[in-house]
């Protein structure tokens, strides 16, 4: 299965907010580890509710969170 | 490993570990023409009581290893993989329960013809494993599709 061609930056916020570990983020989503993991490596696109919340948490907007890659898409 | 994906496992390994036995010794009887409903019966209670202790005993310990997980209702992704694996399941019990009813049907006369002291209730016994058969695959494939689901996002 193709990965969405969606990219995210949720590892360097994570960095960024003091090393937050992503049992920590999962937490504050009401997520498991595991969906946070397999968010953060691509191989799940979250809902845009799930993705509102990850971008509240980092206290960023959305798209700085998650990116369209256009050219995978076309 | 997420909690769930942990029950997958036990149920899957349980349910194949305790109904091949079952089956196998059914089918063994059945092709051996040494069918006793007694004998099945107990066997089947028997096989369910241990699949139940195993199932429930294994699940209490992996939540007592990680209390936090046993309250927290399924996240978005763990309820597309539910939904998934409902929907798999689902159409495969479609296609097996027709299946076994029609082929029981059709073996009807065979199995009147080869357990002549109680050929009514050969039939239904027959019939009855069929069923419990495809239940029991379905509910194996319906928790392959989670760990398999489990693993592709890990």
Request: aromatic share 10%; with cysteine.
């Amino acid at each position: 299965m193709a990965p969405p061609p969606i990219s995210n930056t949720i590892r360097r916020l994570r960095f960024d907010h003091g090393e937050m570990t992503q049992q920590e983020l999962a937490d504050k989503i009401g997520m498991t580890r595991q969906t946070v993991a397999a968010i953060e490596q691509n191989k799940y696109s979250p809902s845009l509710e799930a993705a509102f919340r990850i971008a509240e948490v980092f206290g960023v907007e959305i798209g700085q969170v998650f990116q369209w890659k256009k050219a995978a898409a076309e | 490993m997420s909690f769930r994906e942990k029950n997958a496992w036990i149920a899957v390994l349980t349910t194949l570990a305790v109904w091949i036995y079952y089956f196998a010794a059914f089918w063994i009887d059945v092709f051996g023409r040494q069918l006793d409903g007694n004998q099945v019966l107990t066997r089947f209670l028997i096989c369910m009581g241990i699949s139940l202790v195993v199932m429930v005993g294994l699940n209490i310990a992996t939540g007592v290893m990680t209390p936090k997980n046993i309250d927290t209702p399924p996240d978005e992704l763990e309820r597309q993989i539910e939904a998934r694996a409902d929907r798999i399941g689902f159409k495969l019990l479609e296609a097996l329960v027709p299946l076994g009813l029609i082929g029981g049907l059709l073996a009807t006369d065979t199995i009147r013809t080869a357990f002549p002291a109680d050929p009514a209730g050969s039939v239904a016994l027959i019939f009855a494993n069929g069923i419990l058969m495809a239940f029991v695959l379905t509910e194996v494939v319906r928790e392959t599709v989670h760990i398999v689901s489990f693993r592709m996002t890990a």
